[in-house]
């Protein structure tokens, strides 16, 4: 693979020729320095790079430029090399302006100009970064392709599992000239799709997802078999949980089925988290808290599913789908829900070929000029209705009420009214689907009239409500009617403590009805559903888990 670039951008030659020199004389060995000396200057310097398919690691930009300043430019730079960290360099007093660009360009650093000595202004913030951006999936794979059919359910799966894990790959349709050599060099045929070719060259056909992780970076075993604390999904309560344990001095392991970010991974625009006025995508907000729970020392498994949880005296053990297990003192449950399964005839067979839950962020690209249909209307449908307009030629969305107000918040209200390509079906479900190898048609019902219209459709996104999946809890922890865990004083009925509560106290705040098993976020009965509470939750939880220890 090439070297990767460091790029500065300085519009005064002097600064600019001493950043460079002093980037060259500690990195130069590893490291291609770019230099520029405006806004545009970097981004041709950055276009040129991507045709090259070369990678950047970290840009480094001085705020005050002419016509285009740090700021702007590293707003433009994201959109072609996003998971480059970023440094704004600054004289002191535009201090408020970088720290205003830490949420606007999701800045990593700012750093006050002058850096003399380099030793100990510069280096330990670039090597601090460049360290980070070594250990993303992009740093090792950037050359992962994937050949598969473009309406194959697994095929599907593996782009969205790479997609949600934020490793960059090159899709290949098993047709396409490249995609047949590749299956050609890997002695396959269209029929053995999909195929995954690592960086290193190796060849997985058709991987599960536990496979595809533990070749592309990801870590799937656990280094220990017992840990201070186990938490269990990686969404904002887990990534909650995982940061202040950790950094609290605990053992800490974080497992996740699926891809760091849970649902928030797949929102587009977080608009009311706090501290992010200008929004936030949920992959970028979930990356940063993934980095940050890792820096503190927690160790994160992917692609592992828990499926049991045990008691055994003073240790709580949880078992892996594939019958291994890891122990701790403490179990902080953090698994979220998941989205609810359209029941209309033809639907289920398509899933994955046209059908998708949650927004599906690889396929929008496919959806380029073409009709989407949207069933839901809450704030996760509103939120795919403005990401999908800008690909497709028209976004239907389709909602059960008169309208989006008891459902959805007002900006995106607000957003959607403004946006001419999107269209709201007040009174609309879906009655059935069908196609033959993908998605083809639906069948609309007016639910007032009962009259049906049946579109050509080869896309639906289906968000209508979720469940938390914790079946495999039962009769170990207490849930409510509808499988959420309950917890702390919600436990208590009539004042009386849960059956098997042998402790001489009250279950803690968000302690299920098991000593040292937590519950964080969406899946806590009576939760709120908001990325904020989840994280706090999770937050919350440790310290509960503190007091539990102390306890012990
Ligand atoms: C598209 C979309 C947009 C949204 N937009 C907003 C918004 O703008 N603002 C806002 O406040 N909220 C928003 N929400 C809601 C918000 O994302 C959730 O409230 C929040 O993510 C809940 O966090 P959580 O960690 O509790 O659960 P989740 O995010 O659901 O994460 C749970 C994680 O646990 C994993 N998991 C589940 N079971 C297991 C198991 N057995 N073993 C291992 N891992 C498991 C899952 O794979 C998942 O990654 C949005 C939701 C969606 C879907």
């Not at 950043?19 to 130069?28: I, Q």
């Not at 996740?256 to 970010?261: D, P, S």
Request: charged fraction near 25%; glycine fraction near 10%; aromatic fraction near 8%.
């Amino acid at each position: 693979m090439s070297t990767p670039a460091i790029l500065t951008v300085d519009d005064d030659p002097n600064v600019s020729r001493a950043v460079a020199r002093d980037l060259r004389r500690h990195y130069g060995e590893n490291y291609r320095v770019v230099r520029a000396s405006s806004g545009s200057e970097a981004l041709d310097a950055l276009r040129e790079l991507k045709l090259r398919g070369q990678q950047v690691a970290v840009l480094l930009a001085d705020y005050r430029m002419p016509q285009m300043n740090g700021i702007e430019f590293l707003e433009s730079a994201m959109d072609l090399y996003p998971r480059a960290r970023r440094v704004l360099l600054t004289a002191y007093a535009d201090t408020d302006a970088a720290i205003n660009a830490i949420n606007l360009v999701d800045l990593d650093h700012y750093l006050l100009k002058p850096w003399n000595p380099p030793e100990e202004h510069l280096y330990p913030v670039v090597d601090d970064l460049l360290q980070s951006w070594l250990a993303t999936p992009d740093a090792a794979t950037a050359e992962l392709r994937v050949v598969g059919h473009r309406w194959s359910a697994h095929s599907y799966k593996i782009r969205d599992f790479l997609a949600r894990n934020l490793v960059p790959f090159r899709w290949y349709v098993a047709d396409d000239p490249e995609g047949a050599r590749l299956l050609a060099a890997a002695g396959l045929t269209a029929d053995d799709v999909p195929l995954v070719v690592t960086a290193e060259g190796k060849t997985l056909v058709q991987p599960n997802e536990a496979e595809l992780a533990g070749n592309i970076g990801l870590t799937t075993t656990p280094a220990a078999d017992f840990y201070d604390v186990i938490v269990v999904g990686a969404g904002p309560a887990g990534l909650g949980s995982a940061v202040y344990a950790a950094s609290e001095g605990l053992r800490t392991v974080l497992v996740e089925r699926r891809a760091t970010g849970g649902q928030a991974g797949q929102s587009s625009r977080i608009e009311n988290y706090l501290g992010f006025p200008d929004g936030v995508s949920g992959a970028q907000l979930t990356e940063r808290a993934r980095r940050q729970a890792l820096k503190f020392g927690a160790e994160l498994l992917s692609a592992r599913e828990v499926t049991l949880l045990e008691t055994c005296g003073s240790a709580r053990v949880v078992h892996f789908a594939d019958g291994s297990r890891i122990a701790a003192h403490a179990v902080v449950l953090a698994t979220g829900v998941s989205y609810r399964m359209l029941d209309v005839p033809g639907c289920a067979d398509l899933t994955g070929r046209g059908v998708y839950y949650g927004s599906a962020a690889t396929e929008a690209p496919g959806c380029q000029d073409q009709d989407v249909y949207i069933v839901g209307g809450a704030n996760s449908a509103g939120q795919a209705a403005v990401y999908f307009s800008r690909y497709a030629s028209r976004v239907h969305m389709l909602i059960r009420g008169e309208d989006l107000r008891r459902s959805m918040s007002r900006y995106l209200i607000d957003q959607i009214e403004a946006i001419e390509n999107i269209t709201v079906h007040p009174y609309t479900q879906v009655k059935e689907g069908g196609g033959d190898d993908h998605l083809e048609h639906l069948t609309l019902v007016d639910t007032r009239t009962g009259e049906e219209t049946r579109v050509d459709a080869s896309w639906l996104f289906i968000f209508i409500g979720a469940e938390p999946g914790t079946d495999w809890l039962d009769g170990v922890l207490a849930r409510d009617e509808h499988g959420f865990v309950l917890t702390g004083p919600d436990l208590l009925s009539g004042g009386k403590r849960p059956t098997g509560w042998r402790l001489d106290r009250d279950p803690y705040h968000l302690e299920a009805s098991v000593p040292g098993v937590f519950a964080a976020g969406d899946v806590r009965s009576d939760s709120v559903k908001r990325v904020a509470s989840a994280v706090g939750e999770g937050a919350m939880a440790i310290s509960l888990v503190h007091r539990y220890l102390e306890g012990q």
